[in-house]
């Protein structure tokens, strides 16, 4: 799994609001309806950013336990954490983050041909709802950014090393898979 690239984040971005931009002219000149989301889909939004969120203040937690209310349990009593949840967390946190660069590029796209219209229009809901996509877009790259940050081992860890079933970054394959992703 690659980590984040904040370019290409930023070229997801402009094409969305390149393609965005270009399919909003094509309809509006056909008369047929903006292509914005609702306003009800910042609540998905939001409720698909809280719980990426928490998944990555519980590894957080989990990982730095001097950080984290995970300080206050005792440690022994305390379960390990799955690996494959971090990897989860880590696709989570990347997926929310190219979505929330995809709707903002878009919208803000389709907000840039709403601005032209601003003298034209009675009524200015279609440009604050491409400008609240924008913002919950921002904020959902943002989000992304950070958990998936939170997912990495720190790399002068060597305990964290040897604690992973599958032998952390020293063995390069699994023990259990028999050689099959061995390139020999």
Known sequence: M???????LVVVAAVSAAVGWSINHVVSGAHQALLILPWVS?????????????????LRAYRDPEKGAARRRDPARRKPYDP???????AAAQAIAYYGALCAGWHAGIGVDQLGLLAVRSTQEPLWQCVAQVVAGLLLVVLGWIVE??????????????????????????TGEGGYARHE
């Open 84 to 90: 494959v949840w971090a990897v989860g967390t880590a």
């Open 2 to 8: 690659r980590y984040l690239n904040p370019w290409t």
């Open 149 to 174: 940050k939170s997912c990495r081992l720190p790399p002068d860890d060597p305990d964290a090393e040897e604690e992973t079933p599958y032998g952390g970054r020293r063995d390069p394959y699994a």
């Open 42 to 58: 910042l609540v998905a939004e939001l409720g698909a950013g809280i719980v990426v969120g928490y998944l990555g203040l519980r």
